[in-house]
């Protein structure tokens, strides 16, 4: 089982930068995919990133594709998501999630996601 803590979040302006964490507890988070979903009020939740157990591979939403990027390190049991040339679009609760299978080669808007985190508020002003 795996627990998750995110962190990070903030307001900010548009173009700035912002580096969300997630923490995870649990002995089996290296072996599992993870993702960055987001959910604006009054829009379903949305897929922003993923990557594989071993960080070797990530994917991205075409929204957020060459301004985000995630990373994982697996001896501190973080994995990290890093926003540049934010905009006000991008306003939401951002939330990371657990795969519910282990060593996945590449984690997909369509992977199965079997723990979530609380979230975390990401406010992009104008």
């Known amino acids: 089982q795996v627990q998750l803590v995110e962190s990070g979040g903030g307001l900010v302006q548009a173009g700035d930068s912002l580096s969300l964490t997630c923490a995870a507890s649990g002995r089996t988070f290296g072996s599992v995919g993870m993702g960055w979903f987001r959910q604006a009020p009054g829009k379903e939740r949305e897929f922003v990133a993923g990557?594989?157990?071993?960080?070797?591979?990530?994917y991205y939403a075409d929204s957020t594709e060459g301004r985000f990027t995630v990373s994982r390190d697996n001896a501190k049991n973080t994995v990290s998501l890093q926003m540049n040339g934010l905009k006000p679009e991008d306003t939401a609760v951002y939330y990371c999630?657990?795969?519910?299978?282990?060593?996945?080669?590449?984690?997909?808007?369509?992977?199965?996601?079997?723990?979530w985190g609380q979230g975390t508020q990401v406010t992009v002003s104008a």
């Open positions: 990557i594989n157990w071993k960080g070797d591979n990530s």
């Open positions: 999630a657990a795969s519910s299978r282990p060593y996945l080669v590449v984690v997909l808007p369509t992977t199965q996601f079997a723990y």
